[in-house]
T-cell receptor, first 114, second 112 residues
């Protein structure tokens, strides 16, 4: 069965500092991988996605993620964090073929200090 | 373009009551899903549909029913509410799964 692990429950970074959120997945085939962001009291917004091709993918709001098959990882990065990036971030894996079912990690809450 | 619309936004039920959470999308998406979000547990898939007339169970289907009679609507029914169903429920839709899902703003349900 597919699964996703986000090992960091809570991360605090200073505004302007770089950010890396970790995501490890377990899946037998080449997975669909996603990162979503959730602001307090809101729904989830898609940041970026990966299925094939270039292993470094660019998303919205200046985020990027790198797929590393050998490490079963899909870490999210941002070179310079803004205070408005404070939110909860979820990594998800979709089933091969259709990605009709998403399995989410437990999320990482990002706090940004000024 | 409204996207994914969920109603109601908030609901309080008594144990044993039934209700339907509504979800509608106006993007002509084939795929629709229901998730519940609980603290520390991320989002868990309840039921999903890959087209009108086609539904299947997700990770936590017990206590919930769905049907998909039209492309636009995907209601979630709680037959007999239990306190364990207190949660935030999200509906999502996608044209094809690989493009990623668009999420509604959620329904916060409390069962007392």
């Amino acid at each position: 069965a597919q699964s996703v692990t986000q090992p960091d429950i809570h991360i605090t970074v200073s505004e302007g500092a770089s950010l890396e959120l970790r995501c490890n997945y377990s899946y037998g085939a080449t997975p669909y991988l996603f990162w979503y962001v959730q602001s307090p009291g809101q729904g989830l917004q898609l940041l970026l996605k990966y299925f094939s091709g270039d292993t470094l993918v660019q998303g919205i709001k200046g985020f990027e993620a790198e797929f590393k098959r050998s490490q079963s990882s899909f870490n999210l990065r941002k070179p310079s964090v803004h205070w408005s990036d404070a939110a909860e971030y979820f990594c998800a894996v979709g089933n091969t073929g259709t990605a009709s079912k998403l399995t989410f990690g437990t999320g990482t809450r990002l706090q940004v200090t000024l | 373009n409204a996207g994914v619309t969920q109603t109601p936004k908030f609901q309080v039920l008594k144990t044993g009551q039934s209700m339907t959470l509504q979800c509608a999308q106006d993007m002509n998406h084939e795929y629709m899903s229901w998730y519940r979000q609980d603290p520390g547990m991320g989002l868990r898939l309840i039921h999903y549909s890959v087209g009108a007339g086609i539904t299947d169970q997700g990770e936590v289907p017990n206590g919930y029913n769905v049907s998909r009679s039209t492309t636009e609507d995907f209601p979630l029914r709680l037959l007999s509410a239990a306190p364990s169903q207190t949660s935030v429920y999200f509906c999502a839709s996608s044209r094809t799964g690989g493009r990623g899902y668009t999420f509604g703003s959620g329904t916060r349900l409390t069962v007392v």
